[in-house]
Structures are given as structure tokens and as C-alpha cells.
């Protein structure tokens, strides 16, 4: 999938250098759970990292969700910095939007004017229009490298269904209004169905807290025993995955919970990422 975003990374920057007025354009995509923003700018060849706490404009538009558009003497005091960094480079205003995804921005853009600029309602909505279509564009390539590592459907799983959760701190929240649901239509409710939702909550919140990155949700239901797993791509740092076969040292005290509701839980580590799971037996209807 890298390639695929060095791809899009470079067909939207030379899109929005094409803008009038625009010496310099960036984009940054939201990474490890909102901790960072991966950076790259038209007028270089390599990513970057951004701690989400820098003050800057993008890590501004993309907490918010709001654009921040003007010319450099009117920005926020706070951003000085920027300002002066900026007017040495040649720049006179700057547009700086989110990229919109379904719960919160998925990153942002940065936009270098040479000149001063009006930033009507037009232009806003000209830029607020580009921001949407190339966030659009990043979704759908996420979404197709999802089903690529989906796993092949399983005709002998009456019950089975996907999900891809984006590297996003709401993703756990998104998780369980799909496994509510889900087993809401697999005639599952009571007990079983709020256990469920405690320990996904937990399997989901580590993924985005150790890997940094996407991860699957797969639920299935079969022969009384309901089985949900989180695979994401990223490794733990810091852990010895060969002699190190605990999973609750792995993942810390959060997943104790898991280990005292589940009738079975556990995590496997490869070259790929780690696969997390637990099961719970389900009384039949």
C-alpha cells in the first residue's frame, strides 16, 4: 500500500501546485492513533513525521476539523514561528484543511500562497471541494488495500463478518456499534452481546495504542461459540515475541479485563502484525 500512497501523495500535490497563486503544497495523513501526522510537501521526495502536539497549523485543522485560511499577518500569534519561517521562503498566505473522514479528519493540506490572497466564500469552497475529493480518494485506497488482506470467505461459518477500523482513537467506539448490530441480527443480546462489546473494546484500544496502524475486525458465530479477532499490521515495540508467550505482558493490564470474561483469549505475534482474540460461548436459541 506504500506505493499506492506515494502515488496519490503525488498526483494531489501536483494537483494543488497547479492552483493559481500556490508556490508550495503538503499533505499529511493522520498515523498512530492521532499521536502523528505522516508529511510530505511538493517540494520534496521523502515523508516525514509531525508529533500531533506541535503547534502548528495542520495539527490545529486537523484536532478541530475546521480550515484555517489567511494571509501570514493575520494567523494566531502562535503561530510566529511559522510566520516568520514562512515569509523567508516567500510566502504571503496560507490555506490549511482537514481531510474529512467519516468520524474525524484523516489529515490535512497545506496550501503556500506567493502572494496575498481574498479567501472568499468561492475560494473556500473551491478548496474545501479539493480537500473532500482527495480525502475521498485516500479512503477508497484504504478500503481496497482492507479487502485485499481480508480473509477468504468461509462457506462452513454460518455467521462471519468483516470490518476495517482505521488507525483512528475512535475507532474502538466504531467497533462496537458494528459488533452491537451485527449480533443484534444473529439473534444474540444479553449478556453475551455486552461482554462482547467490554473485551472488543479492549483488543481495539491496544491495536491503536502498540501498532499504529489499520487493523481488521472479524467476527464469526459458529456451533454455539462466538469468535471475535483484531488483526492489525504493525509489532509492539519493546517485546521479545519468541520467548515472551504471555499475552497480558504483551498488552499491559487493560487486557486484563479480557482474560476474566472471555472463556478463551489470546495473541499472536508474526512478521505481519498480531492477531488478538477472544470467545465466548453462546447458549443456543
Known amino acids: 500500500m506504500s506505493g499506492d500512497v506515494d502515488s496519490l501523495a503525488h498526483a494531489a500535490l501536483r494537483e494543488l501546485t497547479g492552483i493559481p497563486g500556490v508556490r508550495r503544497a503538503a499533505i499529511a495523513l493522520v498515523e498512530g492513533g492521532g499521536r502523528r501526522l505522516r508529511f510530505r510537501s511538493s517540494d520534496g521526495d521523502a515523508w516525514c513525521h509531525i508529533d ?3 503547534d502548528v497549523p495542520l495539527t490545529l ?17 502562535r503561530f510566529a514561528g511559522v510566520v516568520a519561517r514562512q515569509r523567508g521562503e516567500g510566502t504571503c498566505a496560507m490555506a490549511t484543511l ?15 500562497y506567493a502572494a496575498e490572497q481574498p479567501f472568499d466564500a468561492s475560494q ?26 481480508s480473509p477468504t470467505a468461509d462457506d462452513t461459518v454460518p455467521h462471519r463478518a468483516t470490518l476495517r477500523l482505521e488507525d483512528d482513537p475512535r475507532a474502538a467506539s466504531r467497533a462496537r456499534r458494528f459488533l452491537r448490530e451485527l449480533l443484534k441480527s444473529w439473534d ?18 491496544n491495536a491503536i495504542l502498540h501498532a499504529g496502524t489499520e487493523s481488521l475486525l472479524t467476527v464469526s458465530l459458529e456451533r454455539g461459540v462466538l469468535h471475535v479477532e483484531v488483526r492489525d499490521r504493525g509489532a509492539t515495540p519493546g517485546i521479545d515475541l519468541v520467548d515472551d508467550d504471555d499475552p497480558l505482558r504483551v498488552f499491559g493490564r487493560g487486557l486484563q479485563l479480557v482474560d476474566a470474561l472471555a472463556d478463551e483469549w489470546g495473541a499472536e505475534h508474526d ?7 477472544f470467545d465466548l460461548e453462546v447458549a443456543a436459541a
Open 271 to 277: 512478521d505481519h502484525g498480531t492477531r488478538s482474540w
Open 61 to 77: 485543522v486537523v484536532r478541530t476539523g475546521e480550515p484555517l485560511l489567511a494571509d501570514l499577518d493575520d494567523l494566531p500569534a
Open 52 to 54: 500531533a502536539y506541535d
Open 188 to 205: 444474540v443480546d444479553g449478556d453475551v452481546l455486552d461482554t462482547a462489546e467490554l473485551c472488543l473494546s479492549e483488543l481495539v484500544t
Open 98 to 112: 482537514p481531510l474529512p473522514g467519516r468520524d474525524a479528519p484523516i489529515g490535512g493540506l497545506a496550501l503556500y
Open 124 to 149: 473556500r469552497q473551491q478548496l474545501e471541494a479539493t480537500a473532500a475529493r482527495i480525502a475521498e480518494a485516500v479512503r477508497r485506497l484504504r478500503s481496497a488495500a482492507a479487502r485485499a488482506a
